[in-house]
Each structure stands twice: as structure tokens, then as C-alpha cells.
């Protein structure tokens, strides 16, 4: 190379040479005519020789121009041929390598080489031309050892991390060091300019973004990696019935895990690379772990799917922990990630599983072959409950998903219509999204609660013959109801709604009404007519009659009845405190209390009017009259 450059400097050299043996020429010439000039003005020739002197001196003055302006060539072309004389000083530089020169001298020849050939390039001379050749070669070698530092300077601060380390202890997560970033900067400014992209013949927008990502990326991962087997392995409960827990699986971990790495990444990236490189850099190097993450997701929503009446709130949870990492971080960065594409299999799932349960609770009540003899609740009656309870723990997430489902659409009958559907745009009313989500979520648990009570009354009245184990049943079931409503969040969202209580009230009075048909019998016995007088006037009434006086004016006949009456109570009160009292052990606390209460109201003073009216008949031997006043309301308090 140095043998082919001297040959081109010394061809160079002769046409310089040459240049200036025609200066001296015309030089000589300028003298010789000044000579020639004096010597014939001496003559006295006069005015036509100075006229033609003067056509010489103007040639004399173009020529010496000409010399001015070859001499301004001379200097100039050594100016252009000297930025390729300091080829041997950057060759050993780059040769050597960062390590040995150190990364600012290196960066420093790099930089002289590359203004070199801007400057060579800028120029058509074609000594320059084999220069920048080997300057283009030189900047190859030099651009790709740059490349490998800042590969190996990545790799050294990569190695994935334990999450929980911090996690637990709430530290920030670590960040590059200043001067390592300031290498790093300092590094990507070269390896990703024009100059170093050509002459390595590299058409990638960025090859920085790339070496950081392929580096970086995998540490993501690999510091996520335990936290995303974590979420998958705490899926799986011993109990496969039992109600999905709020915050007992690791996604929670897992997205914070996620939310505080990448916020450390793009800390990095920020003061690592240009603002118009940063949107990429962090998207890519965050896209293999935003991957795994999405896989996780994927079989989370998987088992979700095979247990979804049990563990649908787990998509809820999800649907709430992802939404706050994602809109948190796009708050951060100002850089949304794709964490609504990882997502949406679950929300899809999510959506599908609030119809799902109210069809859940049909099948399962309408396919009980038994109910409780006792009229006790049934274990599903508080299962259910157990879940509305759990439901309020994510008003965020349901409120999303029921206001995009619209309210009342939750029917499974709404749900396949939708589905039947799918290709066609949804209604407004399923993209009510500026609905109560609080009042929605209200709707949805008074509509599992009248479904629920709903089925049990239809099972009821084919399963339970007796009206008053119906009558206990029912209202055990709103007791148990009401209960784990008001001990449970159900009361504050419930206790919102005007109507809702007012709807539990109609249960538990039909629940009631249905257990007093029991006591009908014995009531309807305590009734009697009173006979009015031809001429129409109103008999005494039995307030103002002794008991000896109304049984007097009775009949035969009319005494007997009335005997019958007292038989007929005194059997069916007995039966039905019996039964009362065989099915006390399976009534709630409250349903005891309030159904005893009704039947006094209720038996208590029709049997003391018709006592008063009729006790005499039996003349205290009680044969008739088994009880008198004071031993029935004994009996009474004792249900």
C-alpha cells in the first residue's frame, strides 16, 4: 500500500515540476522583454512602441496570474492529500483495539477517520481514491470491535436478578451505573451513525438497538422467569371446588415484578441512546418478557377456563393487576407496551364467565334430587353467597366488563345470542361504557340473588311436600342471605339500591306466608258464625255475654260443632307444634324467632276469642277444651 501511494505521489510530483519549469520560463521571458522595452525607448521610437509594449505587458500580467493560481492549486491539493497521511498513526490505533488504547482514544481515531473521509469524499482527486478505500476498511474493522465491547460491556451488567430480593424488601431495582451508561453512549453514538452503518455494509436502522436488545432482553426474562412458573404452579389448588382467593396466586408478584424492571430498563435506555431511538430500544428489548408474560397468561387462562365457576375471580384479579402495571408505566415512560393483546384471552374469558355462573346456579338447583327435610339452607346456598361476596373485591375490573357487556345482558340466553352474532357490530347498549360501573355490579348480584331464590322456590314446591318445611326453607335461605350480606362489602353496594332490601323483605315474607299455611288448620277451627234474628237486628256480641250465656243459646247441634271445633284445634295445634319443634334445630336463630312470633299473632287471639265465647261448653272437666288461655300462650312461647 505505502509502495502504490509513493508512486502516485512522485507521478504528482513530475506534473508540479513541470508546472514550475514553465513559471521560470515565462519568468525569463518578462525580463527579456523589460530588457527589450528600455532599450528601444532609449532609441527614442516613441509612441508606437510603447503601444506595442503594452499588448506584451498585458500577456506578461495574464501569465503571472496564471502562476499565482497554479501555486494556489499546488497548496491546495496538499491540503486534500493530507488527512490520508495519518493513515499508518490510525491503522496501529484501531488495530490495537479499545482495550489496549483505551475507549476515548479509540473513539477519538475512529472519529479522525471518519472525518477523513468526509473529507477525502468531498474531493474528486484520484490519489485520494485508494485512501479511502482502506479508510472505509479501516472504519469496517474498527466500527466491529467496537460493536464487540459494547456487547461485552452489556453481558457484564446482565445477569438476571432474583425479583423478590427487592420485591420484599421494596427496593427500586437496579440501574446501569453512570459511567457505564456513559460508555454506552458514548459507543452507540458511532456505532449506530451513517458512516459506520456503510462501511460495514449494514442496512439496520440501529445496531445498537439490537445488540441491547438481544442482551438486554434475555435478563428480563431470566429475572421473570421464577415469578412466571410461579403464577402457573399456585394456579392448582388441593381443593379443585374451593373459591379462588384473592391474592394467593404470584401474578401479583409477577406484574409488579414487571412494572418495576421495565421501569429500571427504560432508566437505561433513556441515558443510553437518543430520544428518536428510545421508543424502540424499549420496545423491542421488552418485547421477549411482554412474550413470556402473555404465554403465562395464556395457560393461567387455560385453568381459569376448566374451572371457571370457581376460578373466573382469578381473571378478575389479572384483568385488574395488568390494567394498573399497563396504564402505570405508560404514565412512567410515556411508551405503551402491547399488554392489551397478553390480555385479552382472559378479559374474553372474564366476559364469558358472569353469564356462566348464573347458568351454573340453574343447573345445579334444578338438578337437586333432595332437599333438607329439616328445611335447613342448603351448603350451595352459602357457596353462591361466598361468591358475590368475592365478586366485590374487583369493582375495578367487573365494572369494565359488565359496563361492555350492558346491563341485563348477562342471561345466558343474551350471552349465546351474542355469540351467535359475533361477526356483527355489537349494540350501544353493549358499549355502554359511561354506565355506574358500581350500580352494574349492584344489578348483576340482586339478579344472582332473585335467580337464586327463584330456582330454590321452583325445586321447592316439587320437592317439599309439607308447606311448612317449604315455609322454613325458604326462609332459612333468605335468612343465610341476608346475613352474609350485611357481615360482607355486599351491604355497602347493596345498601346503595333503594329496592334491593325491599326485595329481600318480599322473600322473607313469602318465605313466612308459606310456613303459615301450615297453621291454617288450626286457625280456621277458632272461626264460628253468628247467628242474626228474623227481624235483622245484630245479636248481643260475645264481649257482653258470659261464656255460660253464649253457650245457652246455642243448639244441640251448634254445641256439637262447636265441640268438634275444639277437637279439630286441639289435633292440629298439637301437630303442628310438633313439627314446629322437629323443625326448630334446622332454623336459623332469626327464623326461629320470627316465625314463632307470627304464629302467636296469629293463633294466639283467635283462640282467646273463642275461648271466652265457648269455654263454659266444657265445664272445666277438658274433655273439650284442652287448653285455656294462659296453657296455650305457654305453649306458644315455648316454639
Same mark, same amino acid.
Given at each position: 500500500?505505502?509502495? %502504490?501511494?509513493?508512486?502516485?505521489?512522485?507521478?504528482?510530483?513530475?506534473?508540479? *515540476?513541470?508546472?514550475?519549469?514553465?513559471?521560470?520560463?515565462?519568468?525569463?521571458?518578462?525580463?527579456?522583454?523589460?530588457?527589450?522595452?528600455?532599450?528601444?525607448?532609449?532609441?527614442?521610437?516613441?509612441?508606437? %512602441?510603447?503601444?506595442?509594449?503594452?499588448?506584451?505587458?498585458?500577456?506578461?500580467?495574464?501569465?503571472?496570474?496564471?502562476?499565482?493560481?497554479?501555486?494556489?492549486?499546488?497548496?491546495?491539493?496538499?491540503?486534500?492529500?493530507?488527512?490520508?497521511?495519518?493513515?499508518?498513526?490510525?491503522?496501529?490505533?484501531?488495530?490495537?483495539?479499545?482495550?489496549? %488504547?483505551?475507549?476515548?482514544?479509540?473513539?477519538?481515531?475512529?472519529?479522525?477517520?471518519?472525518?477523513?473521509?468526509?473529507?477525502?469524499?468531498?474531493?474528486?482527486?484520484?490519489?485520494?481514491?485508494?485512501?479511502?478505500?482502506?479508510?472505509?476498511?479501516?472504519?469496517? @474493522?474498527?466500527?466491529?470491535?467496537?460493536?464487540?465491547?459494547?456487547?461485552?460491556?452489556?453481558?457484564?451488567?446482565?445477569?438476571?436478578?432474583?425479583?423478590?430480593? #427487592?420485591?420484599?424488601?421494596?427496593?427500586?431495582?437496579?440501574?446501569?451505573?453512570?459511567?457505564?451508561?456513559?460508555?454506552?453512549?458514548?459507543?452507540?453514538?458511532?456505532?449506530?451513525?451513517?458512516?459506520?452503518?456503510?462501511?460495514?455494509?449494514?442496512?439496520?436502522?440501529?445496531?445498537?438497538?439490537?445488540? #441491547?436488545?438481544?442482551?438486554?432482553?434475555?435478563?428480563?426474562?431470566?429475572?421473570?422467569?421464577?415469578?412466571?412458573?410461579?403464577?402457573?404452579?399456585?394456579?392448582?389448588?388441593?381443593?379443585?371446588?374451593?373459591? #379462588?382467593?384473592?391474592?394467593?396466586?404470584?401474578?401479583?408478584?409477577?406484574?409488579?415484578?414487571?412494572?418495576?424492571?421495565?421501569?429500571?430498563?427504560?432508566?437505561?435506555?433513556?441515558?443510553?441512546?437518543?430520544?428518536?431511538?428510545?421508543?424502540?430500544?424499549?420496545?423491542?428489548?421488552?418485547?421477549?418478557?411482554?412474550? *413470556?408474560?402473555?404465554?403465562?397468561?395464556?395457560?393461567?387462562?387455560?385453568?381459569?377456563?376448566?374451572?371457571?365457576?370457581?376460578?373466573?375471580?382469578?381473571? #378478575?384479579?389479572?384483568?385488574?393487576?395488568?390494567?394498573?402495571?399497563?396504564?402505570?408505566?405508560?404514565?412512567?415512560?410515556?411508551?405503551?407496551?402491547?399488554?392489551?393483546?397478553?390480555?385479552?384471552?382472559?378479559?374474553?374469558?372474564?366476559?364469558?364467565?358472569?353469564?356462566?355462573?348464573?347458568?351454573?346456579?340453574?343447573?345445579?338447583?334444578?338438578?337437586?334430587?333432595?332437599?333438607?327435610?329439616?328445611?335447613?339452607?342448603?351448603?350451595?346456598? $352459602?357457596?353462591?353467597?361466598?361468591?358475590?361476596?368475592?365478586?366485590?373485591?374487583?369493582?375495578?375490573?367487573?365494572?369494565?366488563?359488565?359496563?361492555?357487556?350492558?346491563?341485563?345482558?348477562?342471561?345466558?340466553?343474551?350471552?349465546?345470542?351474542?355469540?351467535?352474532?359475533?361477526?356483527?357490530?355489537?349494540?350501544?347498549?353493549?358499549?355502554?361504557?359511561?354506565?355506574?360501573?358500581?350500580?352494574?355490579?349492584?344489578?348483576?348480584?340482586?339478579?344472582?340473588?332473585?335467580?337464586?331464590?327463584?330456582?330454590?322456590?321452583?325445586?321447592?314446591?316439587?320437592?317439599?311436600?309439607?308447606?311448612?318445611?317449604?315455609?322454613?326453607?325458604?326462609?332459612?335461605?333468605?335468612?343465610?342471605?341476608?346475613?352474609?350480606?350485611?357481615? $360482607?362489602?355486599?351491604?355497602?353496594?347493596?345498601?346503595?339500591?333503594?329496592?334491593?332490601?325491599?326485595?329481600?323483605?318480599?322473600?322473607?315474607?313469602?318465605? %313466612?306466608?308459606?310456613?303459615?299455611?301450615?297453621?291454617?288448620?288450626?286457625?280456621?277451627?277458632?272461626?264460628?258464625?253468628?247467628?242474626?234474628?228474623?227481624?235483622?237486628?245484630?245479636?248481643?256480641?260475645?264481649?257482653?255475654?258470659? $261464656?255460660? @250465656?253464649?253457650?245457652?243459646?246455642?243448639?244441640?247441634?251448634?254445641?256439637?260443632?262447636?265441640?268438634?271445633?275444639?277437637?279439630?284445634?286441639?289435633?292440629?295445634?298439637?301437630?303442628?307444634?310438633?313439627?314446629?319443634?322437629?323443625?326448630?334445630?334446622?332454623?336459623?336463630?332469626?327464623?326461629?324467632?320470627?316465625?314463632?312470633?307470627?304464629?302467636?299473632?296469629?293463633?294466639?287471639?283467635?283462640?282467646?276469642?273463642?275461648?271466652?265465647?265457648?269455654?263454659?261448653?266444657?265445664?272445666?272437666?277438658?274433655?273439650?277444651?284442652?287448653?285455656?288461655?294462659?296453657?296455650?300462650?305457654?305453649?306458644?312461647?315455648?316454639?
Amino acid at each position: 500500500m505505502a509502495k %502504490v501511494q509513493k508512486a502516485v505521489w512522485a507521478e504528482e510530483k513530475a506534473e508540479v *515540476e513541470v508546472l514550475l519549469a514553465q513559471r521560470d520560463e515565462h519568468a525569463n521571458i518578462g525580463r527579456k522583454l523589460k530588457t527589450l522595452q528600455a532599450s528601444v525607448e532609449g532609441e527614442g521610437r516613441g509612441r508606437t %512602441v510603447r503601444e506595442g509594449m503594452g499588448q506584451v505587458h498585458s500577456n506578461t500580467n495574464q501569465h503571472q496570474i496564471k502562476i499565482h493560481n497554479i501555486e494556489k492549486l499546488i497548496k491546495h491539493i496538499d491540503m486534500m492529500l493530507e488527512p490520508g497521511q495519518d493513515q499508518g498513526k490510525e491503522e496501529r490505533i484501531i488495530r490495537a483495539g479499545p482495550a489496549q %488504547v483505551g475507549l476515548i482514544e479509540y473513539l477519538n481515531s475512529l472519529k479522525r477517520v471518519n472525518r477523513a473521509l468526509t473529507e477525502m469524499g468531498s474531493t474528486n482527486i484520484r490519489a485520494n481514491q485508494q485512501a479511502i478505500g482502506d479508510f472505509n476498511e479501516l472504519l469496517a @474493522e474498527g466500527s466491529k470491535k467496537l460493536e464487540q465491547v459494547y456487547r461485552s460491556l452489556l453481558l457484564e451488567y446482565s445477569q438476571p436478578l432474583e425479583p423478590l430480593h #427487592y420485591l420484599t424488601r421494596e427496593l427500586p431495582f437496579p440501574t446501569l451505573s453512570t459511567e457505564t451508561t456513559s460508555e454506552l453512549e458514548a459507543m452507540e453514538k458511532h456505532i449506530s451513525s451513517p458512516s459506520a452503518r456503510s462501511a460495514t455494509s449494514n442496512q439496520r436502522e440501529s445496531p445498537s438497538v439490537q445488540i #441491547y436488545s438481544e442482551i438486554r432482553g434475555p435478563y428480563l426474562v431470566g429475572s421473570l422467569q421464577n415469578l412466571s412458573l410461579a403464577s402457573i404452579s399456585t394456579s392448582k389448588k388441593k381443593n379443585s371446588d374451593e373459591i #379462588y382467593r384473592q391474592g394467593s396466586n404470584a401474578i401479583n408478584q409477577y406484574a409488579k415484578a414487571i412494572d418495576s424492571i421495565f421501569l429500571a430498563e427504560f432508566q437505561n435506555i433513556s441515558v443510553s441512546f437518543p430520544h428518536h431511538d428510545r421508543t424502540i430500544a424499549f420496545e423491542t428489548t421488552c418485547r421477549r418478557a411482554l412474550t *413470556e408474560f402473555a404465554k403465562t397468561l395464556r395457560e393461567l387462562n387455560m385453568h381459569i377456563k376448566s374451572n371457571l365457576t370457581t376460578d373466573c375471580f382469578l381473571a #378478575y384479579e389479572i384483568i385488574e393487576v395488568v390494567t394498573d402495571i399497563a396504564y402505570h408505566l405508560n404514565s412512567k415512560t410515556g411508551e405503551p407496551l402491547p399488554f392489551g393483546d397478553a390480555l385479552k384471552p382472559v378479559r374474553e374469558i372474564a366476559r364469558f364467565s358472569l353469564p356462566k355462573l348464573l347458568e351454573d346456579q340453574r343447573h345445579r338447583i334444578m338438578s337437586l334430587a333432595v332437599l333438607p327435610a329439616d328445611g335447613s339452607a342448603i351448603p350451595f346456598t $352459602s357457596e353462591t353467597m361466598t361468591r358475590l361476596q368475592t365478586l366485590t373485591a374487583y369493582p375495578k375490573p367487573l365494572s369494565s366488563i359488565l359496563a361492555s357487556i350492558g346491563d341485563g345482558n348477562w342471561t345466558q340466553s343474551a350471552s349465546a345470542n351474542r355469540s351467535n352474532n359475533s361477526s356483527t357490530s355489537p349494540s350501544l347498549k353493549s358499549l355502554d361504557v359511561g354506565a355506574d360501573g358500581g350500580q352494574l355490579l349492584t344489578h348483576y348480584i340482586l339478579d344472582n340473588l332473585e335467580a337464586h331464590l327463584t330456582f330454590l322456590e321452583s325445586r321447592a314446591r316439587i320437592l317439599l311436600k309439607s308447606k311448612a318445611v317449604h315455609g322454613v326453607f325458604i326462609s332459612n335461605t333468605v335468612a343465610l342471605i341476608d346475613r352474609m350480606i350485611r357481615s $360482607s362489602d355486599l351491604a355497602s353496594l347493596i345498601g346503595a339500591n333503594a329496592g334491593a332490601q325491599s326485595k329481600i323483605d318480599t322473600w322473607r315474607r313469602k318465605g %313466612v306466608s308459606t310456613y303459615m299455611d301450615a297453621w291454617r288448620e288450626p286457625s280456621s277451627a277458632l272461626l264460628d258464625s253468628t247467628r242474626t234474628n228474623a227481624s235483622g237486628a245484630r245479636p248481643h256480641s260475645g264481649a257482653s255475654l258470659s $261464656s255460660s @250465656e253464649v253457650v245457652k243459646s246455642l243448639g244441640s247441634k251448634e254445641k256439637d260443632a262447636i265441640k268438634e271445633k275444639f277437637k279439630l284445634f286441639n289435633t292440629s295445634f298439637d301437630e303442628c307444634v310438633k313439627r314446629h319443634k322437629e323443625l326448630s334445630p334446622g332454623m336459623e336463630r332469626e327464623v326461629k324467632s320470627e316465625l314463632s312470633r307470627e304464629v302467636g299473632h296469629q293463633v294466639e287471639p283467635l283462640y282467646a276469642r273463642f275461648y271466652d265465647r265457648y269455654e263454659a261448653l266444657d265445664k272445666g272437666k277438658g274433655k273439650y277444651v284442652k287448653y285455656d288461655k294462659g296453657s296455650l300462650a305457654a305453649a306458644l312461647a315455648l316454639l
